[in-house]
């Protein structure tokens, strides 16, 4: 089946230590997204990608980076983790033609 | 800027029972869209149901219904014949128009925790 998949699911890094959360997608979408999702709280997009162009959210902090070396993958680097950064990051995918967007099922990550 | 609504932080329902989740929005866009996505406690967030704003009638998706008040800026979810795996997190969300490099900005609003019960 087509799918967005997220890798780890769960990561646990020490403050301050790089992080790299990986998604990959076989649906072939030229869109990829990722949000993060704070305990109890709504998504907020980071930023995304169309084709390979990114496009960065004004509020997103410098510390988030991301790169898509090709349609199928994209990831998220945390250069320098804060407590504030434990969250659920979503990656998903869309195309131009249709709305909705299709999310893998997340990573979970911890700060200690 | 868009700003999506939800009043209930959580609902209880009967297995069986129909239950509507209610989303208020606010634009100034003339074209939009409004999407609901189910969140269990696994993390994925799965889209259920897409609103047009120029869309004449209401979206159905299976058990799941959309009940699109324009005038009232409402699209308040129904879930039919509820089921235990209904239970879970239920986000609107609204599509911003014309986002600069493409894509589909998604603005979601606090959600709705959905518990079903025999």
């Known amino acids: 089946d087509a799918m967005v998949i997220q890798n780890p699911r769960y990561q646990v890094t020490q403050f301050g230590k790089p992080v790299t959360l990986s998604c990959s997608q076989t649906?072939?979408?030229?869109?990829m997204y990722w949000y993060q999702q704070k305990s109890s709280q709504a998504p907020k997009l980071l930023f995304h990608?169309?084709?390979?162009?990114?496009?960065n959210e004004a509020d997103t902090p410098d510390n988030f980076q991301s790169r898509r070396p090709n349609t199928s993958f994209c990831f998220l680097d945390i250069r320098s983790p804060g407590l504030g950064d434990a969250a659920m990051y979503l990656c998903?995918?869309?195309?131009?033609?249709?709305?909705?967007?299709?999310f893998g099922p997340g990573t979970r990550l911890t700060v200690t | 800027a868009q700003k999506i609504t939800q009043t209930q932080p959580g609902m209880f329902v009967q297995e069986k029972e129909a239950v509507t989740l209610d989303c208020t929005y606010d634009t100034s866009d003339q074209s939009y869209g409004l999407f609901w996505y189910k969140q269990p406690s696994s993390g994925e967030m799965i889209f259920l149901i897409y609103?047009?704003?120029?869309?004449?009638q209401n979206a159905t998706e299976g058990r799941y219904s959309l009940n699109f008040q324009k005038a009232r800026k409402s699209a308040n979810l129904v879930i039919s014949a509820s089921q235990l795996g209904d239970s879970a997190m239920y986000f609107c969300a609204m599509r911003e128009e014309g986002v600069t490099g493409g894509g589909n900005k998604l603005t979601f609003g606090t959600g709705t925790q959905l518990k079903v019960e025999l």
């Open positions: 609103q047009g704003s120029y869309d004449e």
């Open positions: 998903a995918t869309s195309t131009q033609a249709r709305y909705e967007q299709y």
């Open positions: 649906l072939n979408h030229n869109v």
């Open positions: 990608y169309y084709d390979k162009d990114f496009n």
